[in-house]
């Protein structure tokens, strides 16, 4: 028993199984932030004392360069998928490490930042906007950890599909990639909506 | 596709198996025995109902008021995402979706295990609650803060179980929508899909959107309830005559929102997936094609968009503002009118029919009035002045009762004694199965009508002594003892059901060799029964036509299945 549709695309959808099924899940991951912002639009709206909660005691210049960073990574796993399109297991190899390093970079800088905040005696109970940061950006780093995992993966033990299935491989790198690209987008959308505006 | 046959050990083969057909069969015994278990929690409660106070019978102790509290938001977490949800549509989805669609498997089989564990973890940690000091989780299904936030650790243990519970449904539903659209049989156009599937799969959709929102607020409230933040708690609580710790500033509203965000479609959750097996069951039984399939189609996908924009209509009551209240009284009645087609339609399709009057006909025959029945209840409540009135009353239980247990539970019935030929490869006897229906149809009803009037009255819900103190609930105080003793004995008429299925299941010699009992169309019984263990059909199966040709002119048989080439006859 094999199932279709796996690795070739169905004629009439022009989709490969696990392409819908991340972009159902990208849609469910939408809802799910989307119920997070509506959260943090709700309860700034109809709090008079959100002014004094002090959103300037995050640092703009730290989360700038993690901007950065990401949208890095972003570039580096296009790179890496393309790579793969042109068979080149080298080139795949540079740019997926090089996705890891800065999601790596992400992390550690992230940590720098919520070490600060906590010497700070700033803690998710203080007011509701540290606790709408620490848990949207929480949950932000849980997704950046479960993209690690899944890199990481394709990166060490998973490349070996690369010598019996390379198409399939290839897309599995597609699929991953779209996953990577949610959560940068999700970045870009929390980095202004928390220290800027 | 042809069987490959290697051996598997047991464990992959039974317990931790990727095949769509065990995965299934595993969900609907968790779901059924979940079910058991929540109508028996209510059990215990209606004997605090009829007999305030009074110790139970052979158990011997009371149950105090916060156990009955605890009692009721299990019952409701129980039923609806333990065991409605799960059999309608991890047993049925995951059984009936690939063979209908005429697939080998479901698209994604390991994804579709770890939905299957997701759910049984989700069970187990949120039943662990009642091994907790302070007892299960006791702040209703609604789980409405700030009550819930300051409730005892068993609200922890249901927060965590919801996440894997939503978990396990997220990768169920992308796994039945990935299935639909990418593994349709060749020829099994989208105007060929039986309404069963369609109901699915806009069901699946419900799943996959409705939920993620849920997810966000529970995690808003473990850590309200662990980290101290105040996301649902506002400034200046007072809990038991002191101040709390919480900061404050937060809304608890907000929960209310996110949370009907989420329940209001999994109302349709419930509903879709039982419209479509009565639709099923009806065409079969009447040996005709469901009338107006197309407007059947296209009203369960209107009311799926529909049903994300109705949830504020459980908040009447919170004083969100007549604007917000106009907006959702309107899309609330706005909704009705697919709903009504879906019913209508569904009537329709009798007249004129040479209806076989069997189990699963009979069980479905009953689902049209009494869900009927439960969505006019519903329309009192979709309008902000008379739901004033009746909301906090036994009115809305009787209400959404209706809608979901002689409604969508007979729609299960209906299709468990449908499919089980297909499942087992042997037919349910059909006088234990007519003694299930008749018995259960009576009782369901001398539970939820009284309760009508109840709440007509004004007798509120959620009183552990069921209103005994209140002057205006005196005259129909006494309908309390006759629901306890129709449910109770709604218990008892389950006896049959179950040893209508133990006796089918032991009985040897009783298989039916046709692969198709009920003569019916649909892909499902085009493959042997049971089907084969992987790849379910024989040779992979084409469509030549559309899913309801029965009593076809000029055809030899009263039904042309599916995968019957044109001009054979």
Redesign the interface.
Known sequence: ?????NEEL?PD?G????K??IW??L???V??????FS?YI??RL??P??ASYGQDALNVPLATLNTTVLITSSITMVMSWVSLKLNDVKKYKLYMGLTLLCSFGFLIIKYIEYSSKFSHGL??????FL?VYF?LTG?HMLHVIGGIVVNGYFFGPGLKMWNTEPERFTNRIEVAGLYWHFVDLVWIFLFPALYLL | MTDTHHKESFWRKYIFSIDHKVIGIQYGIMSLLFLLLGFGLMLVMRWQLAYPDQPLPLLGWRLSPDMYNSFGAMHGTIMIFLGVVPVITGAFGNYLVPLQVGACDMAFPKLNMASFWCYFVGGIVMLSGFLLPGGAASSGWTSYPPLSVVATTGQTVWLIGMVFLITSSLLGSSNIIVTIVQLRAPGLTWMRLPFFIWAQFVTAFLLLLAFPPLEAAAIFQLMDRLAGTSFFMPSGLIVGGAATDWAGGGSPLLWQHLFWFLAHPEVYVLILPALGTVGEIIANNTRRPLWGYKSLVYSVIFLGFMSFIVWAHHMFLTGMGQTMSMFFSVTTMIISVPSVVILSCLFISLWGGSIRFNTPMLFALSFLPMFGLGGLTGLPLGLPLSDIALHDTYYVISHFHYVVAPGTIFAIFAGIYYWFPKVTGKKLNEVLGKTHFLFSFIFMNGIFFPMLIQGLAGVSRRLADGGQSYAHAQHVIHYNEFMSMSAWLLGLAQLPFILNIILTLIKKKDKVADPNPWNSTTLEWACPSPPIGHGNFEKEPVVYRGPYEYSVPGHKTDFSPQSEKLGEK
Not at chain 1, 15 to 18: D, I, K, Q, R, V
Not at chain 1, 31 to 36: A, D, K, V, Y
Request: proline share 5%; hydrophobic share 50%.
């Open positions: 028993m094999e199932i279709p549709y169905r959808t989709l490969y199984n696990a819908l099924g159902l899940f849609a469910s991951e809802m799910l932030f989307g119920g997070l959260a709700m309860l109809s709090d004392n959100w803690f998710p109970s203080t007011n509701n606790a848990v949950l």
